[in-house]
């Protein structure tokens, strides 16, 4: 299978001051398409920063992250926007959906901004959220929408976009037990469709749903490892 995330020999180090802190130090990762990852780590083990990487939210201090086949210390800033807004889609845990605004319009905005005309954008957004089981919710603004709710309208509208990878940070972090399962259920369901899908997280229990799970601590890759089929 093609690879749509690698790695090689990746170091992030940010300087404040006179201090250096290494966030990544050589780490080495490839990820197929249609692969479902955890990357699995406590606080201040890298694995926000990795995340941003493959992301393209940031660039590496030395070695390469390719994203889709192309590198991204190659890309100048609108490329790498481009890129991000190509090939991902973002789930975040503390959902960042827009104020004062609906559900519907939420989910129309990722495309909106790729040159989408208003009809196909309104028409895609709510598809997508009728299959999420939101059709009900579309003029719904985020105040009236509880907090499993909230997190659907998120995923919908990283989905919206039909990305080759989803990148979903800590989606479950925000939710009660009930929800957040609903949430990795979503997950498993766009993974057995064909998505890539990186879930980002500290918690062992969420980390076990995902078949591969990529253990880092202090900017290294502990071990990486797979469910027995």
Do not use: W
Request: charged letters at 25%; one cysteine or more.
């Amino acid at each position: 299978m093609p690879k749509v995330v690698e790695l090689q020999d990746v170091r992030r180090e940010y300087q404040v001051g006179d201090q250096t802190t290494v966030a990544l130090d050589g780490v080495s990762l490839s990820i197929e398409r249609g692969e479902f990852v955890a990357i699995v780590g406590p606080s201040g083990s890298g694995k926000s920063t990795m995340m941003n990487l493959i992301g393209c939210l940031d660039r590496p201090s030395a070695g390469e992250v390719r994203i889709s086949g192309s590198a991204t210390k190659d890309l100048n800033d609108n490329e790498l926007t481009n890129l991000r807004s190509r090939s991902i889609g973002f789930v975040f845990q503390q959902f960042q959906l827009l104020p004062n605004t609906t559900a519907l319009e939420n989910v129309m905005a990722p495309l909106l901004y790729q040159g989408i005309s208003t009809k196909k954008a309104k028409q895609s957004a709510t598809e997508m959220l009728s299959r999420l089981g939101l059709a009900d919710r579309l003029n719904f603004d985020r105040n009236r929408l509880s907090g499993g709710q909230q997190q659907r309208v998120a995923s919908a509208r990283a989905l919206v976009t039909v990305p080759e990878i989803v990148l979903a940070d800590e989606p479950t972090g925000a939710l009660d037990t009930k929800t957040g399962s609903q949430v990795i259920d979503l997950l498993k369901e766009l993974n057995a469709e064909g998505r890539t899908i990186i879930l980002i997280t500290h918690d062992l229990e969420i980390a076990a749903s995902a078949p591969r799970r990529v253990f880092l601590r202090d900017g290294k890759v502990e071990r990486d490892e797979r469910s027995q089929k």
